[in-house]
């Protein structure tokens, strides 16, 4: 058998007839001519070298040779179905793999996401990386992931953002601290205190001294953290003042107070962040569209701000 004569659409016509029991209602199905079918039967016949089909008493029957195609014909075109099945989950964002990757203050509230996604598209293949901003930044810059989690976006000519979530930042307090119980306070009331802060580059730490240096405020007692788990348990235990995203504090916080303090809570956002120069996987473009569907019905809606639409509105075109 001449296998580089044998093609897809041979074995499909064959199918057909075969189905069928003639040659004019394979080609009746197939929207093609009768003697369109014919030549192709003609075709394969030659191809494979022996008889496929013969005339019996009850129309077509297949010969030996004929079943043994069939069968392998059925396997091809079977296989192909399932690969056509397979494409249109992956298209329709149903299967697949992609990556994220979130600031670290983020894995407070985006589990809440991606678990009821992970559960709905059990086929997908996630992979989830949590770094610090510095760490984002680099893995941005390297290509690493499919779509990134910042509350600072980055202003790189490269990045397409938008925001889907509110993250006040508040100032926390020992529990017992003095200055829990006024009404009202300023930040020229704490300069002297002990703050407690993140690494340098951190979004939180960035716009929180942004703000104390449009207050004409220099803080003279700072201790460095690693974390806002450290942070939040520093605090607790009298260690010093903080700001931090609302979403780290849990709805109870024993030992922590959220302190009355003008001016705040500080307006910050998180963020989606794409590459405009880099095709979304099916996979992920499948992710954004199930957040955009339903972030209120996993995360807090009070905080929801949902302008995931523009990522597409503004890559659509670099993409087409």
Known sequence: MRLRHLTFRLLEVYVAVVRTGSVTAAAHQLHLSQPTV????????????????????????????????????????????????????????????????????????????????????????????????????????????????????????????????????????????????????????????????????SATRMLFESWLHAQGVQLSDTLQMASNEAIRVGVSSGMGLAVVSRHVLPLQHPGIEVLPLQQFPLDSHWHFIIRRDRRLPHAARGFLDYAAGSLEQWLPAEYVCNEIERLFSQTREEWA
């Open 38 to 201: 014919s030549q192709q039967l003609k075709r394969l016949t030659e191809t494979v070298g022996e008889p496929l089909l013969r005339t019996g008493n009850k129309g077509l029957e297949l010969t030996d040779v004929g079943r043994e195609l069939y069968r392998s014909a059925l396997d091809v075109t079977g296989r192909f179905e399932d690969f056509a099945d397979y494409l249109s989950e992956l298209r329709g964002g149903h299967r697949g793999r992609f990556s994220i990757a979130l600031v670290n203050t983020a894995q407070y509230v985006l589990p809440r996401l991606l678990g009821p996604y992970s559960q709905a598209f059990p086929e997908v293949d996630l992979t989830l990386e949590i770094g610090n901003r510095q760490q984002l930044l680099q893995r941005f810059e390297q290509q690493l992931d499919d779509v990134y989690v910042f509350s600072h976006p980055p202003a790189l000519e490269q990045a397409v953002a938008a925001r889907f979530l509110r993250n006040p930042l508040v100032m926390i307090a020992p529990q017992h601290y003095p200055l829990v119980q006024k009404a009202q306070l300023s930040i020229h009331d704490l300069k002297h205190e002990r703050f407690l802060l993140r690494e340098p580059g």
